[in-house]
């Protein structure tokens, strides 16, 4: 989600008494598929009781129509009914100002106007600031962009344990390739250490498998 422009709009701009002030962003871009928060915050001069009321409203772009998506006043009520149903969720706290929600597997049919009104007895609201919602598909670049940030967290790092994990072993038999040319016997101590050895190996041989799962598993799920 991408949040631009200045905020939406301030109520009691001019009478600072008694009033509500809003703060909202006149611009937010989502994606389909993927969680938007519409961020709305306040300032009220009185302190918040039961009374606070927060209504959230919607219209359709290029239409005069507008429907009541989310309304709250000492619990949260999402609309039951409409495209939002089960897909609105109160992400805010108004004991911090905070008013906002979010959307869940937007699509290109909630692009509109959003609005967040906020009524704390007896402050007033005035000017109710707007937010433009624009839903659309990631593009090509974007999708490529992610691959590559899941190469270098995975791909890369498991790579190099094995590039790593093939040099040592590498070096172990040519070790051994020249201690057997020259007759050599090995010592108790000796024997010892190659055990220890050959149980590290064993769990950097158990390390490359589970890097190698995890980059499976990572990849799968980006697909």
Not at 1 to 30: E, K, N, T, W
């Amino acid at each position: 989600m991408q949040q631009s422009g200045a905020p939406g709009g301030r109520g009691c701009a001019l009478s600072p008494v008694l009033c509500v002030l809003f703060f909202q962003d006149a611009h937010v871009r989502g994606y389909v598929g993927e969680k938007v928060k519409l961020r709305c915050t306040f300032k009220s001069t009185s302190d918040v009781t039961d009374k606070l009321t927060i209504d959230w409203t919607y219209r359709p772009p290029g239409s005069s129509r507008t429907e009541s998506i989310f309304h709250y006043q000492s619990f949260q009520y999402p609309t039951t009914a409409g495209t939002f149903r089960d897909r609105i969720f109160w992400v805010g706290n108004v004991y911090k100002g905070d008013a906002s929600i979010s959307i869940s597997s937007p699509t290109l049919k909630d692009n509109g106007t959003f609005s967040c009104a906020v009524k704390n007895p007896p402050d007033v609201h005035h000017n109710i600031p707007l937010t433009e919602l624009t839903v659309t598909e990631r593009g090509f670049g974007t999708m490529l962009s992610s691959v590559a940030l899941l190469s270098v967290l995975v791909f890369i790092p498991s790579a190099v344990v094995v590039v790593l994990l093939l040099v040592r072993m590498g070096r172990q038999a040519a070790g051994l390739n020249k201690r057997s040319k020259a007759g050599y016997k090995k010592s108790s101590i000796e024997v010892s250490d190659d055990t220890d050895q050959e149980e590290n190996d064993t769990c950097m041989t158990r390390l490359c498998v589970r890097c190698a799962e995890c980059m499976d598993s990572d990849y799968e799920e980006t697909y």
